[in-house]
């Protein structure tokens, strides 16, 4: 059996934007939403989301948050969670 990854924990994600010497509200409002948005990918999923935070932590969102991207039982990356070009 692959051993399952575990989700970030939110206030990892926070502390490591907090290292990166931004906050998620600041991050909310440079992307153009309001200050508390950003915190909605915290807690369900949402791609933009997930992808701006990814972004800021030069990560891909299926590091911080695998459950979302990576298929239970094939462990395969999620075709429709993948990047679009832009």
Do not use: C, F
């Not at 490591?16 to 991050?27: E, S, Y």
């Amino acid at each position: 059996m692959i051993p399952r990854k575990e989700n970030w924990h939110s206030a990892d994600i926070i502390a490591a934007l907090r290292k990166r010497g931004t906050t998620l509200a600041a991050l909310s409002r440079q992307s153009g939403l309001s200050s508390s948005t950003l915190a909605n990918a915290l807690v369900r999923p949402w791609p933009k989301g997930e992808w701006l935070i990814a972004d800021a932590l030069e990560k891909h969102p299926s590091e911080i948050w695998p459950s979302r991207y990576y298929d239970p039982i094939t462990h395969q990356l999620r075709a429709n969670r993948q990047r679009k070009e832009r």
